[in-house]
């Protein structure tokens, strides 16, 4: 099979493989941890989840915030809940690959490949949606144990330090489940840009290219990143 699969795939399909996995590790990486990683909405949203901590332990009564976590493992569920249904939906074409096969070979502009290299564009579908399902329910996780420290927290009457000490480990736990959930989505944006690979391997570098311009500018370039950066911030 192994022969079978170097024989079909072409340059393209190899540098089209690679391009994909480029740009989404270095965009990755330059979201969370490049130099660039503080101006984007990642790092602007932890400084909002610092501020909410800080105010939650300040309230008496702090019904509100258990329903803004409840909303916050809403959303985190439904996508969670969506993405193993497209799992089992991907799973069940197996029965007719074939015909999945053939019908994607008749789209216009469409490359030929056999059987072996489209068992292996199905499987980066499908590796993409595991991928987000592994983020969604671990950002659900964390959304979980957020609501532990929201039960255990400090009174307002408590001191300073300790409270200062554990809105910041609630924001930093708040902050990892809404990076596990940015990573989920990101891979389904990944997942719509494999989808062109069926069609053809320079159709899927410009798709990916697409989809890593879009979510650079969404994340850094935006009028929503513009209204939440804080005055202080250096423009």
């Known amino acids: 099979m192994l022969e079978e699969l170097i024989r079909q795939a072409t340059f393209a399909d190899a540098l089209a493989l690679a391009w994909f996995f480029v740009c989404w590790c270095v965009y990755s990486w330059m979201t969370e941890h490049g130099r660039l990683s503080g101006r984007g909405l990642a790092g602007i949203s932890h400084r909002y989840r610092e501020d909410w901590a800080r105010r939650l332990l300040l309230r008496e009564v702090r019904i509100m915030d258990s329903a803004l976590v409840g909303n916050l493992m809403q959303s985190v569920s439904f996508y969670a809940s969506t993405t193993i249904y497209l799992i089992v939906g991907l799973t069940a074409l197996l029965g007719v690959f074939d015909r999945v096969v053939s019908v994607a070979a008749e789209l216009p502009f469409a ?34 144990l957020l609501c532990l420290m929201l039960g255990a927290a400090p009174e307002r009457d408590d001191d300073v330090a300790l409270r200062e000490a554990y809105a910041q480990d609630m924001a930093a736990v708040n902050t990892q489940g809404g990076v596990e959930f940015n ?27 697409l989809v890593a311009t879009l979510l650079y500018r969404r994340e850094f370039h935006t009028p929503a990143v513009r209204a939440l950066r804080p005055r202080s911030f250096p423009s």
């Open 111 to 144: 490359s030929r490949a056999g059987r072996e290299l489209a068992e292996i564009k199905f499987l980066l579908l499908l590796g993409v949606l595991v991928v987000a399902y592994f983020k969604f329910t671990w950002s659900l996780r964390q959304f979980n």
């Open 183 to 209: 990573r989920g989505i990101r891979a389904y944006y990944f997942g719509l840009a494999a989808l062109a690979w069926f069609v053809h391997p320079w159709l899927f570098v410009a798709s990916t290219s």
